[in-house]
């Protein structure tokens, strides 16, 4: 498995990068769509890919991926965290691939499938300022990766103190448990809005939902909202597809949270 992972952080750290595009119209599979936004690009691409093999030493799965890399010179504060979050990320997405890898063989065999299976990981930029930096991670696996929908996983991260980020730490007092319900309540609030094309509430049932679905570390940020990411097919049982983009004005949540936009002010 070393042979595997440590060249995987070799490529990552010693390969030519080209600087990042505009990010993309963002799909949220509902009538309100929202546009990523980017105040500037410091984050550039880096792509590499790696081969797992089984115990017979057939090739059984492929990880294919493209993550954001800082300049740790030119971003000392935050970049070097930011960078390290990613590649622990694919090292362990690998590791996993690899103790599966007999699985997946068998797996293959059994369906008569023409392997190696694909996971491939992507990204897009949502937001990022001299403080903040929001990305979502897509993630594809499949033997014909070209008919599987991406599943996303939002995240934000400090450019100052390095690290992930939770919503509460935009929060105006110290943490405590009551900080999770009132973001929650601010979900719910906007989701009574915009979930439903009709701004009809959402049901107390979908609201349960949304709370088992919720995760304080998974969110995205704009100047002057957070942004939570929902399966549409899990909150509506399977009678809608695609993502729900919640999108939490601050002015719902300001008496426990600050703006994203004054973070590091």
Known sequence: MKRIIAPLLACLILLAVSACGKPETQNDGNTDTDT?????TRSVP???????????GKVVSKLVLTIPHFDEASSPEGAKSVNAFFENYVNERAAEMQKDADNTSAYLEKYGLEGPRITEISYEVYYESDSLF??????RTGVNIENVEPALRP???????GGQMSV???????YNDSLKDEMFAGICKAADK?????????????????KESFNESEFLVTDDSYVFIFSLDYLSAGS??????????VDYVADYFIA????GE
């Open 134 to 139: 929001s990305v979502i991670l897509k993630t």
């Open 46 to 56: 880096r792509e590499d890919s790696a081969q797992i093999k089984d115990s017979s």
């Open 36 to 40: 990523a936004v980017t105040v500037q």
């Open 168 to 174: 509460t730490s935009f929060a105006l007092e110290d």
């Open 240 to 249: 809608r597809t695609g993502n729900y983009f919640c999108k939490v004005p």
């Open 194 to 210: 915009t979930y439903s094309p009709n701004a009809v509430p959402i049901s107390a049932e979908k609201k349960a939902l949304i």
């Open 260 to 263: 994203p936009a004054e973070y």
């Open 155 to 161: 995240l934000t991260f400090s450019l100052t103190e």
